[in-house]
């Protein structure tokens, strides 16, 4: 089967005990000796900004190694807009396709 790499996110307060237990069983069922997690959990004192930042942290540090780590991040989908978000997004979406539309053309139309 070869190295494996699973990414799960739980809240804040999981219990800890119960994570490395569900990790450990599936490690013990899909694993190429079916013996299980070698270490516990790696509970990092490490927080992110988003999903992204703390996924390619892990990737970039630990994707080699044999070994189960933990961090945290923000989850700010649930977090209300303001206003300057919303308007910021929308500049932000409008300058996207006014370059595309750019890159789209021949280099020197409509420059």
């Given at each position: 089967?070869g190295?494996?790499?699973?990414?799960?996110?739980?809240?804040n307060?999981?219990?800890?005990?119960r994570?490395?237990a569900e990790?450990?069983?599936?490690?013990?069922?899909?694993?190429?000796?079916?013996?299980?997690?070698?270490?516990?959990?790696?509970?990092?004192?490490k927080?992110?900004?988003?999903?992204d930042?703390?996924?390619?942290?892990i990737?970039?540090?630990y994707c080699n190694?044999?070994?189960c780590?933990?961090?945290?991040?923000r989850?700010?989908?649930?977090?209300k807009?303001?206003k300057?978000?919303?308007?910021?997004?929308?500049?932000?979406?409008?300058a996207?396709?006014?370059?595309?539309q750019?890159?789209n053309?021949?280099?020197?139309?409509?420059?």
């Amino acid at each position: 089967m070869g190295h494996c790499i699973n990414i799960k996110t739980y809240d804040n307060n999981v219990n800890k005990k119960r994570v490395f237990a569900e990790l450990n069983q599936q490690a013990i069922y899909e694993g190429d000796y079916h013996d299980g997690l070698q270490d516990d959990i790696n509970w990092l004192d490490k927080e992110f900004d988003s999903y992204d930042q703390a996924e390619q942290y892990i990737h970039d540090n630990y994707c080699n190694w044999y070994e189960c780590v933990a961090v945290k991040y923000r989850d700010l989908n649930g977090v209300k807009k303001s206003k300057k978000i919303i308007e910021l997004k929308k500049r932000i979406s409008k300058a996207r396709t006014e370059y595309e539309q750019l890159d789209n053309n021949i280099h020197y139309k409509n420059v």
